[in-house]
Nanobody
Framework: QVQLTESGGGLVQAGGSLRLSCAAS????????VGWFRQAPGKDREFVAA?????????HYAESVEGRFTISRDNAKNMAYLQMNSLKPEDTAVYYC?????????????????WGQGTQVTVSS
């Protein structure tokens, strides 16, 4: 079992920045990919970004965040991050961290094995 805990959400004005963190605990001794997803009220959960275990393959980004968001990870600390710049009101959502017990992953949420509880991001106009 892997437990994931997100932090760093909050209220920010449009154009601002936030950095989300995801702390992994439990059975983190094997390779795992990390993804970020988000869910806005009344909408389906959507893919935001994903990064492989070694970070040696290019991260995947949703088109809507490409160039504004950056995913990264620190395996020694069992941490993953999502740096969000130039935030827009449409980025408002609950953001979830997810992990997959495989070295890489992509945008399909069904591929992920573990999920955090989410952190709220609200972008005001």
């Amino acid at each position: 079992q892997v437990q994931l805990t997100e932090s760093g959400g909050g209220l920010v004005q449009a154009g601002g920045s936030l950095r989300l963190s995801c702390a992994a605990s439990g059975r983190t001794d094997s390779s795992y990919a990390v993804g970020w997803f988000r869910q806005a009220p009344g909408k389906d959960r959507e893919f935001v970004a994903a990064i492989s275990w070694g970070g040696n393959t290019p991260p995947h980004y949703a088109e809507s965040v490409e160039g504004r968001f950056t995913i990264s990870r620190d395996n020694a600390k069992n941490m993953a991050y999502l740096q969000m710049n130039s935030l827009k009101p449409e980025d408002t959502a609950v953001y979830y961290c997810a992990s997959r017990s495989y070295y890489c992953s992509g945008p399909n949420p069904n591929d992920y094995d573990y999920w955090g509880q989410g952190t709220q991001v609200t972008v005001s106009s």
